[in-house]
């Protein structure tokens, strides 16, 4: 079964407002990554928060984790239609190793 | 683009025929991945090289599939007798080793519909 779970499954939202998905799973972990897909397209890579980091941030993206709780969260803010796409939150345990969650669909409307 | 190339993008094959698939990682990246995703899911983890040496392989991954990485650089997927269930995303990807976190580089995916 896949490591992460996120939520929720899909998201819409109007341009400038924030988006926060959030992100569980079920093992420990050495880091915790979020990745976009476009439609169609490969995953690209956002950021990596390491098991003893509480919080990173990337331009407009700000990442928390929480290895108690064995959750992270993902908050965009001041969304643009071109940050829709699918997130997925990915766990690595090991240094092989990459589970990907189901994604969560953001839809920002113009 | 991530410099991770896969060939071809699209493939549409009848089932039972056997297919191929290539992917060119970045050059100085040890590690490559495989992975599958059907529509509405996220990446499935099918197999990884370290080199040439394939490490571990999924469960997902039938006696009908075959990866190789024969130098080190670029590898194959191989899945003989398709099946309608073989339809998906194929994703490889690559990462440079010995660093035990260091984030995937994702090419643009190998469309396979068995027809």
């Not at chain 1, 709780?69 to 090991?94: E, G, H, M, P």
């Amino acid at each position: 079964s896949q490591q992460g779970e996120e939520d929720p499954q899909a998201l819409s939202i109007q341009e400038g407002e924030n988006a926060t998905m959030n992100c569980s799973y079920k093992t420990s972990i050495n880091n915790l990554q979020w990745y976009r897909q476009n439609s169609g397209r490969g995953l690209v890579h956002l950021i990596l928060i390491r098991s003893n980091e509480r919080e990173k941030h990337s331009g407009r993206l700000r990442v928390t984790l929480d290895t108690s709780k064995k959750s992270s969260s993902l908050l965009i803010t001041a969304s643009r239609a071109a940050d829709t796409a699918s997130y997925f939150c990915a766990t690595q345990t090991s240094y092989d190793k990459v589970i990907f969650g189901p994604g969560t669909s953001l839809s920002v409307i113009p | 683009d991530t410099g991770v190339s896969q060939d071809p993008r699209h493939k549409i094959t009848k089932r039972g025929q056997n297919v191929t698939f290539r992917c060119d990682p970045i050059s100085e990246h040890n590690r490559l991945y495989w992975y599958r995703q059907t529509l509405g899911q996220g990446p499935e983890f099918l197999t990884y090289f370290q080199n040439e040496a394939q490490l571990e392989k999924s469960r997902l991954l039938s006696d009908r599939f075959s990866a190789e990485r024969p130098k080190g650089s670029f590898s194959t997927l191989e899945i003989q007798r398709t099946e309608q269930g073989d339809s998906a995303m194929y994703l490889c990807a690559s990462s440079a080793s010995g660093r035990a976190q260091s984030e995937q580089f994702f090419g643009p995916g190998t469309r396979l519909t068995v027809l």
